[in-house]
């Protein structure tokens, strides 16, 4: 569907493609977090969905300047630059999802590259960690949807995201009002929050695994988030970028300290339909941030506005997370044998 955009001739075709590619995309992540959920021990779902999400960053990292440079193309064979941008960044992911289903089992012990002492490990490692049966029976999903933990978490993961909208969006106008900065220059100078919001997401998750403390990484991070925002509107633009910087780190390094908490909470079939609609809420924070900073510049001539409320969405998300008496340290489960385990299980 990405590659697909090139095809776009008209406002209708832009607009049935990108719904098709959302569609497409929609399952991906929360597939993904309910995957690691199935091959991660608890003490390490942090730094596993952090190296995973950590692709996110790298992506903007190389697609800016990668971005800007087949643009450059525009002409060759006849194509506009954009098209080409579509068609070589889309191309990489339709020959991956070839691989795909002969490199991921579904469960550790249908993997034939670990040893059978490695499967029963790493198996008895992750039960050991689902949450008792007594603690969190099975529940209808409306009961799940009027859970206040759960309800929490989705307002929560939707201050993450619109977050990251805001920055998206704000960062084009800032770059832009810094002189002698050329096609290549804006794409570096964009990559630059994405550096930092990779750092976020090796650091946070590593912190959180390694002291077991859910909430205080998590709340850090919207902290700095917000304080990024606010940075971003009220300074001038090079130092505004600074402080965008800062906002990546947090929104970014929060998601995968985040997506640790769900697993504590319910497990099986409840898992697997509460990381979607968790993850479906939160998206919505694509349609709404947009949106929102849209609707304020228009009231105010100014897209400051919407960054500051957009800001204040994510103090409001940090709030919330304060609250949460139900997370906190966590100790590793163990199992009979499990330290005898290899330190790549461990």
Not at 157 to 163: D, E, G, V
Not at 239 to 259: D, E, I
Request: hydrophobic share 50%; net charge positive; glycine share 14%.
């Amino acid at each position: 569907m990405s590659c697909a955009m090139a095809l776009v001739t008209n406002s209708s075709s832009f607009y049935v493609l990108r719904f098709l590619l959302g569609a497409a995309e929609a399952g991906f992540f929360p597939g993904v977090i309910l995957y690691i959920t199935y091959w991660f021990p608890g003490a390490d779902r942090g730094r596993a969905t952090g190296l995973f999400q950590s692709a996110v960053a790298v992506a903007s990292i190389i697609g800016n300047p990668v971005g800007g440079y087949l643009i450059g193309l525009d002409g060759l064979a006849g194509l506009a630059g954009w098209k080409w941008m579509f068609l070589l960044e889309g191309a990489p992911t339709v020959v991956l999802a070839l691989f795909i289903p002969r490199l991921l089992t579904d469960r550790p012990e249908q993997a034939g590259w670990l040893t059978s002492d490695e499967r029963r490990l790493l198996t008895e490692r992750i039960a050991a960690d689902e949450p008792g049966a007594g603690a969190r029976p099975p529940r209808r999903a409306r009961e799940i949807i009027r859970d206040s933990r759960v309800l929490r978490l989705m307002f929560v993961y939707f201050a993450i995201q619109i977050s990251v909208y805001g920055v998206t969006f704000w960062l084009p106008a800032l770059v832009g009002r810094i002189d002698g900065l050329g096609d290549v220059g804006i794409g570096f100078v964009s990559a630059l929050p994405w550096v930092f919001a990779l750092l976020g997401v090796l650091i946070l998750p590593w912190w959180s695994d390694r002291t077991g403390d859910r909430r205080g990484p998590l709340g850090l991070a919207l902290v700095l988030t917000v304080v990024g925002l606010v940075g971003g509107v009220l300074l001038p633009p090079v130092p505004a970028v600074a402080a965008l910087c800062v906002a990546a780190f947090g929104f970014l390094g929060a998601q995968p300290v985040f997506w640790t908490v769900p697993p504590t909470l319910l497990a099986g079939v409840q898992i697997a339909g509460t990381i979607p609609l968790i993850s479906g809420f939160g998206n919505l924070g694509g349609f709404v941030g947009p949106y929102l900073m849209g609707a304020v510049e228009a009231g105010t001539g100014s897209g400051a506005g919407g960054l500051y409320v957009i800001a204040a969405i994510a103090a409001a998300g940090a709030a919330v997370v304060a609250g949460f008496r139900w997370v906190g340290h966590r100790t590793p489960a163990t199992a009979e044998g499990i330290t005898d385990a290899p330190r790549a299980l461990r």
